[in-house]
């Protein structure tokens, strides 16, 4: 099974310069938790989650809708196309430890976006056989890579919290 046969290709996204505030009511609109962020051309150049937005509201002192999603997305991009394997798009999301995995053409354009939800909803239970090419098994090694807590480098451990009594 292929990417395509299960992605999810009614994809709200916005551009560089859509303040947070617009990039979160696409979110509610769409029940989604992440929004693909574009240039004029259509390419796909980020993406911006739920935690993308809380984050940077909590850490700049201003209003979501003073802050555009250009200045939140990272330099990093993950994706696939529409061609590649689900067992590809499983490594990818366990390497990267990300839970979404925007969906592109050879030139960039976004074509959809493969979700550990969407693969959640077509593993097959059972025997291990891969009809669709995702077990339950494929999919809980996947998400228990993505929750995996990262090693904090020693300046992230300023801000982590105190155990009680410490």
């Not at 999810?8 to 551009?15: G, I, K, L, M």
């Not at 002192?61 to 939140?72: E, F, L, N, Q």
């Not at 993505?146 to 090693?151: L, N, T, V």
Request: glycine residues 8%; charged residues 25%; proline residues 4%.
């Amino acid at each position: 099974m292929k990417v395509q046969d299960i992605m999810t290709t009614s994809v709200r996204f916005c551009d560089p310069c859509t303040n947070l505030a617009e990039v979160a009511r696409i979110m509610w609109d769409n029940d989604c938790g992440a929004v693909p962020v574009v240039d004029r051309d259509g390419k796909l150049i980020g993406i911006i989650t739920d935690r993308d937005i809380c984050i940077a509201v909590g850490t700049n002192h201003r209003a979501a809708s003073d802050i555009a999603a250009g200045d939140v997305i990272s330099g990093q991009l993950y994706a696939c196309t529409p061609e590649d394997g689900i067992t590809a798009a499983l490594e990818a999301m366990t390497l990267m430890k990300v839970r979404r995995l925007p969906v592109i053409d050879s030139d960039g354009a976004l074509q959809g976006i493969l979700s550990i939800n969407d693969l959640v909803l077509h593993a097959e239970k059972g025997s291990g056989k891969k009809v669709t090419g995702t077990t339950y098994e494929d999919v809980v090694d996947t998400l228990k890579a993505i929750c995996e807590h990262r090693i904090l480098e020693p300046q992230e451990e300023q801000g982590k919290a105190r155990p009680a009594g410490a």
